[in-house]
């Protein structure tokens, strides 16, 4: 088992292109797999943790609903925003500035084959992330991402889930809402749930926070939960 794990800050990027190094990540992971399979020989398989930040951009997963964006081609324009369909889970989402976007591009066979544990891994590294600056979050039961207030009818989102995994290799991953700019998930029916609301650190805290900061707080919890050698 590889837990060394290569992290990478691709910053400011545009989704269509960290899409695309992904999947040739993804790719080549699975493919080496395959290999190791078929020739029988134990070649290690790498593991990465990539963060960044979209344009403004709009992904709906494989099982999410069209309808569920509110805005026509002119609208998406006038925004500045982009929309995308792509192969992950969940329904709609909303990626920008301000938002740690993860992409953890994972060999589970390194770590643990349970796709459940793993979501609720990188759930626990948002959540300890945001006990450091004294937001106390946790999960809304029947739902993905990690919630403020989940037990009442305050309930708000501040960081989404979506994953794709394929011979236990993992891509996509979460979105969490930092200095995020929260106009633009009125254009969106977020992750198909019409009656929650959206919110961020900023918001709940009366400040911007250090962009930086948030990201090792962060990279530092998940690491420590997969027992990851960060490289």
Not at 66 to 77: Q, T, V
Not at 139 to 155: I, M, Q, S
Request: some cysteine.
């Amino acid at each position: 088992m590889n837990k060394k794990t290569e992290f990478i800050d691709w910053g400011l990027i545009d989704y269509q292109q960290a899409w695309d190094k992904q999947e040739e990540i993804f790719t080549s992971t699975v493919a080496l797999k395959t290999k190791n399979r078929t020739e029988n020989i134990g070649l290690p398989t790498s593991n990465y943790l990539v963060f960044c930040e979209h344009h403004h951009v709009y992904t709906l997963g494989k099982s999410g609903h069209p309808e569920n964006l509110l805005l026509d081609e002119a609208g998406l324009r006038e925004k500045e925003a982009t929309y995308y369909k792509i192969n992950r889970g969940g329904d709609i989402t909303y990626h920008g500035p301000g938002q740690i976007v993860g992409y953890p591009i994972l060999d589970l066979d390194n770590f643990f084959t349970d796709i459940h544990l793993y979501l609720r891994t990188l759930e626990e590294a948002v959540i300890l992330t945001l006990a450091d600056y004294g937001i106390e979050a946790g999960r809304y039961e029947g739902f993905t991402g990690v919630w403020l207030d989940a037990a009442n009818d305050k309930a708000r989102k501040i960081c989404a889930l979506g994953v794709r995994c394929s011979r236990w290799v993992t891509m996509h991953g979460f979105a969490f809402n930092v200095n995020t700019d929260l106009n633009y998930f009125k254009n969106i029916v977020p992750c198909g749930i019409d009656d929650k609301d959206v919110t961020s650190m900023e918001r709940e805290l009366g400040r911007p926070l250090p962009m930086e900061e948030v990201k090792a707080k962060l990279k530092g919890h998940i690491a420590s939960l997969f027992s990851m050698e960060l490289v």
